[in-house]
């Protein structure tokens, strides 16, 4: 008898009920998600979109991502009087481009995450920087309290360390990043997009993890973004996590829908482009 007919329940009434919850929230039944990072603030400095932050979200949510990613305050300002808010992942870390590039600090905890109903916690790291071991280790203790609680963990998992020199950014540096996060337990892993199919390929490949993208600078196009979607999906990613690229869009509920084409319906980025008219 296989052990899909008998009547063992490998999940009971353990945290991992919830873990399987939150994270099916997130990817429903398609197993991809289109999440929109809202949390860019403090990494980048609040442009004119976040600072408009309660128009943004209504945009945003217009457009019906499968979840957004915000801090704790943030969180609370969007989400405490939406009837339906969307769901969402806390983001627990962050690092600063003008003050402390390499370094993400702690901003929230898992018991945050679970006493604000979100749906995943997430942590950065910055691999191949001098504080490396201190990322990993606040990234371990990360991950060993969001599985006693059933709490899904995402990394952040970047090469933005300033030991890798000239091979920052390259497909090796995008792997040792999402694989040092998948070697720790997490959930779900976004990196940085390597410029191909093939070579993302290889990071999805090598990254036992659900691996999703971010998405960058913005864009010249947003048919560029579209290409750079379509590409990422193509080689097997679970999904996209976009800020700048979204919510930097002309009409960021057009940009989403598109998106969302190109992820759970798996169009061209030319097919989704026509969403944008």
Known sequence: MSIENTPFNPIGVT??????????????T??????????????????????RIQDTYRSVKAGNPNAIT???????????????????????????????????????????????????????ISAGSSVQPQMLEMLAATVERAAEVGMPTVCHAYPSG?????????????????????ELGVDVVKTWYTGSTESFAQVVAGTPALVMVAGGAKADTDLEVLEMAEKVMQA???????????????????????LRAIVHEGVSSSVAAKHLS
């Open 30 to 51: 398609t197993g991809k998600a289109l999440v929109v990072a809202l949390d860019q603030a403090v990494p980048r400095g609040v442009a004119p979109q976040l600072a």
């Open 162 to 182: 300033e030991l890798w020199g000239d091979r920052k950014g390259s497909v090796e540096s995008v792997l040792y990043a999402a694989r040092a996060a998948a």
């Open 15 to 28: 945290s991992a009920l919830g873990r399987t919850i939150r994270l099916r929230r997130l990817f429903g």
């Open 70 to 124: 915000v801090t704790r305050g943030i969180g609370s300002t969007l989400l405490g009087n939406d009837p339906e808010p969307l769901p969402w992942i806390l983001k627990a870390s962050s690092f600063s481009v003008d003050f402390h590039l390499t370094l993400d600090a702690t901003i929230g905890t898992v018991d945050d995450a679970v006493r604000l109903g979100a749906d995943a916690v997430a942590v950065g």
């Open 236 to 258: 097997g990613a679970a999904g996209l996590t976009f800020g700048r690229n979204v919510w930097g869009a002309e009409d960021p509920a057009k940009m989403i829908t598109a």
